[in-house]
RNA sequence: GGGGGUGUAGCUCAGUUGGUUAGAGCGAUCGCCUGUCACGCGAUAGGUCGAGGGUUCGAGUCCCUUCACUCCCGCCA
């Protein structure tokens, strides 16, 4: 018999009275009653109620003893009465009578309660992880973690996909975000790069001729953090398919999320046959390529109508005249809203940054007249027209902004979601997926006005390959592909470049000439020359995705060991210095002083 | 790099218009209590009010600087 415990915590019932138990675990909790006391025993699995009473020798020490120590117990199942019995615990039927105990691991005052649903700061939070993953709800998280990863990588074992590792240490590559570097010690003056994904590795495992692979896979990259973002390092679930169209890659995916979130949440799926929303099409009505799809708003473009001679807004007139729009979103039944719903709103654009959001209400005596502090500006045929291309109607409002193109989506998607929020629109009881597709090959850099690829430079254009007007690179739109759920960008995919040639080209567009290509790619642009079959992939965050699952804003709640928001682990303190034996190890001395 | 929020006892927080000795709950320590499951009751200890500077007769409170944590923008193919 093992010789700490013969149960768990979560193991003995009503058939167990009469038996000599061993458990050990954690005290959880003591109520003392003075010649009674009650401890809670607590182990991963679950929680039993011991008690001891004041004939036992061992109750004076038990009494003082702190709570989150582990000790061991060895004593009697008894029934509890009928009054007595706990139904919110899987042992609450029974408890065990102490006889005698040891410490197994004593405890210090603690810095932060365990037994408790109270909020703390973060620091302490992440300095003193150990506890903190003894709680019950972030307990829960890590284990809903552990239990999707085996479920995915089930899964896609018996989707015929191979499990490949790829390195870690690896070569900078010029595209994407900040690299995390390591110094060569055989190399002096050389660097690693760690993989901001395993990008180029799963196209050579296809190159290689494995034709399905998949990989938990590590990714880090040097960017700073957000609640739904590490900083450092995040995992993917990577993979990549030979001989394939996007299609089939989205018909894999598909029965993979739909069968995890199945699985693993009560919520309903919007679809389960995610829509296919276009990177254009989804920048129009929602503003962003991320769209929350349980938000019914949509944002439309008024532009023309404000051209109108019938139409006085000045203001806006003015703007467009100098190349901005007029985007709006439409309120279905608002009428009876008070002024404070739209004024706040209008403030709160302000708060972003923008210069506000106009509004009015759309009513009808005789005529259709709008109502609010704009409408005096519309005549009646203007507001139909708005109507009749809006599909607005009567006691409906309408959200008016007006500026360039990009200030305009940016504010127009915040606007669609903090409306949303205000009304009450949202369904928090859903996973709306969908696709986003046909992203563009390349875009203009704001700052440099150079053009630059979009997204994945890997990426195979659309279309017949001889018919692609390289003269108009913004037109070229590429076989990229993102899946959103929830506003969320859960992972980004594609169909690969796996011509040669055409890579070149790709690469000469956004300023890269061949000898740079065969310098920073050389493993890949090589592989490619030596017959390549047509592969593409994609690469869900597991991260985010178990932050939808377990119903979390912070991806901390659903990470281990995570870094704060500055890169560092405060309980294993890192990053740290290292001593000067190391930098002269790696040929390197520092500019910064400690 | 920029903007917002927070920082008061071990933990979670309150602290009014600048005014006596900075409070509460939980935790800790001590005492009472044999059926609790957030046990109850009583007492005690515990404070560089994040740090530094300034205004003032007087600062937790007002001003400036700075640090830490956090959220957002930039950034994240």
Same mark, same amino acid.
Not at 240 to 260: A, G, R, W, Y
Not at 285 to 309: A, C, H, M, S, W
Not at 313 to 341: A, E, H
């Given at each position: 018999?093992?010789?700490?415990?013969?149960?768990?915590?979560?193991?003995?019932?009503h058939?167990?009275?009469?038996?000599?138990?061993?458990?050990?675990?954690?005290?959880?909790?003591?109520?003392?009653?003075?010649?009674?006391?009650?401890?809670?025993l607590?182990d991963?699995?679950g929680?039993?109620?011991?008690?001891?009473?004041?004939?036992?020798?061992?109750?004076?020490?038990?009494?003082?003893?702190?709570?989150?120590?582990?000790i061991?117990?060895?004593?009697?199942?008894?029934?509890?009465?009928?009054?007595?019995?706990?139904?919110d615990?899987?042992?609450?039927?029974?408890?065990?009578?102490?006889?005698?105990?040891?410490?197994?691991?004593?405890?210090?005052?603690?810095?932060?309660?365990?037994?408790?649903?109270?909020?703390?700061?973060?620091?302490?939070?992440?300095?003193?992880?150990?506890?903190?993953l003894?709680?019950?709800?972030?307990?829960?998280?890590?284990?809903?973690?552990?239990?999707?990863?085996?479920?995915?990588?089930?899964?896609?074992?018996?989707?015929?996909?191979?499990?490949?590792?790829?390195?870690?240490?690896?070569?900078?590559?010029?595209?994407?975000?900040?690299?995390?570097?390591?110094?060569?010690?055989?190399?002096?003056?050389?660097?690693?790069?760690?993989p901001?994904?395993?990008?180029?590795?799963?196209?050579?495992?296809?190159?290689?001729?494995?034709?399905k692979?998949?990989?938990?896979?590590?990714?880090?990259?040097?960017?700073d953090?957000?609640?739904?973002?590490?900083?450092?390092?995040?995992?993917?679930?990577?993979?990549?398919?030979?001989?394939?169209?996007?299609?089939?890659?989205?018909?894999?995916?598909?029965?993979?999320?739909?069968?995890?979130?199945?699985?693993f949440?009560s919520?309903?799926?919007?679809?389960?046959?995610?829509?296919?929303?276009?990177?254009?099409?989804?920048?129009?009505?929602?503003?962003?390529?991320?769209?929350?799809?349980?938000?019914p708003?949509? #944002?439309?473009?008024?532009?023309?109508?404000?051209?109108?001679?019938?139409?006085?807004?000045?203001?806006?007139?003015?703007?467009?005249?100098?190349?901005?729009?007029?985007?709006?979103?439409?309120?279905?039944?608002t009428?009876?809203?008070?002024?404070s719903?739209?004024?706040?709103?209008?403030?709160?654009?302000?708060?972003?940054?923008?210069?506000?959001?106009?509004?009015?209400?759309f009513?009808?005596?005789?005529?259709?007249s709008?109502?609010?502090p704009v409408?005096?500006?519309?005549?009646?045929?203007?507001?139909?027209?708005?109507?009749?291309?809006?599909?607005?109607?009567?006691?409906?409002?309408i959200?008016?902004?007006?500026?360039?193109?990009?200030?305009?989506?940016?504010?127009?998607?915040?606007?669609?979601?903090?409306?949303?929020?205000?009304?009450?629109?949202?369904?928090?009881?859903?996973?709306?997926?969908?696709?986003?597709?046909?992203?563009?090959?390349?875009?203009?850099?704001?700052?440099?006005?150079?053009?630059?690829?979009?997204?994945?430079?890997?990426s195979?254009?659309?279309?017949?390959?001889?018919?692609?007007?390289?003269?108009?690179?913004?037109?070229?739109?590429?076989?990229?592909?993102?899946?959103?759920?929830?506003?969320?960008?859960?992972?980004?995919?594609?169909?690969?470049?796996?011509?040669?040639e055409?890579?070149?080209?790709?690469?000469? #567009?956004?300023?890269?000439?061949?000898?740079?290509?065969d310098?920073?790619?050389?493993?890949?642009i090589?592989?490619?020359?030596?017959?390549?079959?047509?592969?593409?992939?994609?690469?869900?965050?597991?991260?985010?995705?178990?932050?939808?699952?377990?119903?979390?804003?912070?991806?901390?709640?659903?990470?281990?060991?995570?870094?704060?928001?500055n890169?560092?682990?405060?309980?294993m303190?890192?990053p740290?210095?290292?001593?000067?034996?190391?930098?002269k190890d790696?040929g390197?001395?520092?500019?910064?002083?400690?």
């Amino acid at each position: 018999m093992n010789k700490y415990r013969s149960h768990k915590c979560n193991e003995l019932r009503h058939k167990d009275v009469g038996n000599k138990v061993l458990l050990a675990g954690w005290i959880n909790k003591k109520r003392d009653h003075g010649n009674l006391l009650f401890i809670d025993l607590r182990d991963n699995y679950g929680v039993t109620q011991c008690i001891i009473d004041k004939e036992n020798k061992n109750f004076s020490i038990l009494e003082k003893i702190q709570l989150e120590t582990v000790i061991r117990i060895e004593g009697n199942v008894i029934d509890r009465s009928n009054d007595t019995i706990n139904k919110d615990l899987d042992t609450g039927e029974i408890e065990v009578v102490i006889e005698s105990f040891d410490i197994l691991g004593n405890c210090k005052e603690l810095p932060l309660p365990v037994f408790s649903d109270q909020e703390y700061a973060e620091e302490i939070r992440l300095k003193y992880r150990f506890l903190d993953l003894r709680r019950k709800k972030l307990h829960e998280n890590i284990i809903l973690r552990s239990k999707v990863i085996s479920f995915i990588r089930n899964e896609m074992i018996k989707m015929g996909f191979l499990e490949f590792q790829t390195p870690i240490l690896t070569s900078s590559s010029p595209e994407g975000a900040r690299d995390f570097l390591v110094p060569s010690r055989l190399n002096p003056g050389k660097f690693y790069a760690l993989p901001q994904a395993p990008q180029q590795f799963k196209q050579l495992v296809m190159v290689s001729g494995f034709d399905k692979y998949f990989q938990i896979a590590p990714c880090f990259r040097d960017e700073d953090a957000r609640a739904d973002r590490s900083p450092g390092e995040f995992y993917q679930l990577d993979l990549e398919m030979s001989f394939v169209e996007q299609e089939d890659i989205f018909d894999i995916v598909e029965k993979l999320l739909v069968k995890t979130f199945k699985n693993f949440s009560s919520k309903k799926l919007m679809f389960e046959k995610f829509p296919r929303i276009s990177y254009a099409n989804s920048m129009m009505k929602y503003g962003t390529d991320k769209p929350d799809l349980r938000n019914p708003l949509i #944002i439309q473009d008024v532009t023309e109508i404000f051209l109108r001679e019938d139409v006085k807004f000045d203001i806006f007139k003015k703007l467009i005249n100098s190349g901005s729009k007029v985007r709006c979103i439409i309120t279905k039944n608002t009428k009876n809203k008070p002024r404070s719903f739209f004024d706040n709103i209008d403030k709160w654009a302000k708060d972003q940054g923008a210069s506000g959001l106009a509004y009015f209400t759309f009513e009808k005596e005789q005529e259709i007249s709008a109502k609010g502090p704009v409408g005096k500006f519309f005549s009646s045929e203007a507001l139909k027209e708005i109507m009749k291309k809006t599909n607005a109607e009567n006691g409906d409002s309408i959200f008016l902004a007006c500026s360039k193109e990009e200030e305009l989506k940016k504010i127009t998607s915040l606007a669609r979601e903090k409306i949303a929020r205000d009304l009450d629109l949202i369904d928090e009881n859903l996973f709306a997926f969908c696709w986003i597709v046909d992203y563009p090959m390349f875009e203009l850099d704001d700052k440099t006005k150079k053009i630059v690829f979009s997204h994945n430079p890997f990426s195979m254009p659309q279309g017949n390959i001889n018919e692609i007007n390289f003269n108009k690179p913004l037109d070229i739109i590429a076989y990229q592909y993102d899946i959103v759920c929830n506003g969320i960008e859960l992972s980004s995919g594609a169909i690969r470049n796996h011509i040669p040639e055409l890579m070149y080209k790709l690469f000469s #567009i956004a300023g890269y000439d061949k000898k740079i290509v065969d310098k920073k790619f050389t493993g890949m642009i090589n592989a490619l020359s030596y017959g390549a079959p047509p592969h593409g992939g994609i690469a869900p965050g597991i991260d985010r995705l178990i932050m939808l699952l377990a119903n979390e804003k912070n991806i901390r709640e659903v990470t281990m060991f995570p870094m704060n928001q500055n890169a560092q682990d405060l309980m294993m303190n890192a990053p740290s210095y290292i001593n000067e034996d190391q930098l002269k190890d790696l040929g390197l001395f520092l500019k910064v002083k400690k």
